[in-house]
């Protein structure tokens, strides 16, 4: 099994910064894509960023110049630089890893989710 832990949510002003980070541990022999996504209430969980382990990325428009994904794969990592945060922007920020366990199965994992809530 693999374990997805986030960290780094909190209360920030409009135009602040956060930066989440995500750490993937337990039986892992390689990890592919690792990416955020958000969810509110009532709405289909989304796409924020994702980087495959080649350091390729993808961005929501919503986010693009705004949101700054990068990983470390030495540590199995995952970090998501959110800078000039707008209120819509509030939501519960999960964290996904598509990962090969040691045994060979390859599986997307997720994150326990960390709020973010971006308010005056």
């Known amino acids: 099994q693999v374990q997805l832990v986030e960290s780094g949510g909190g209360l920030v002003q409009p135009g602040g910064s956060l930066r989440l980070s995500c750490a993937a541990s337990?039986?892992?022999?390689?990890?592919?894509?690792m990416g955020w996504y958000r969810q509110t209430p009532g709405k289909e969980r989304e796409l924020v960023a994702t980087?495959?382990?080649?350091?390729?990325?993808n961005y929501a428009d919503s986010v693009k110049g705004r949101f700054s994904i990068s990983r470390d794969n030495a540590k199995n990592t995952v970090y998501l630089q959110m800078n000039s945060l707008k209120p819509e922007d509030t939501a519960v920020y999960y964290c996904?890893?598509?990962?090969?366990?040691?045994?060979?199965?390859?599986?997307?994992?997720w994150g326990q989710g960390t709020q973010v809530t971006v308010s005056s």
């Open positions: 337990g039986s892992i022999f390689s990890i592919d894509n």
């Open positions: 996904n890893a598509r990962a090969t366990t040691t045994a060979r199965v390859i599986k997307d994992y």
């Open positions: 980087s495959t382990r080649g350091g390729s990325t």
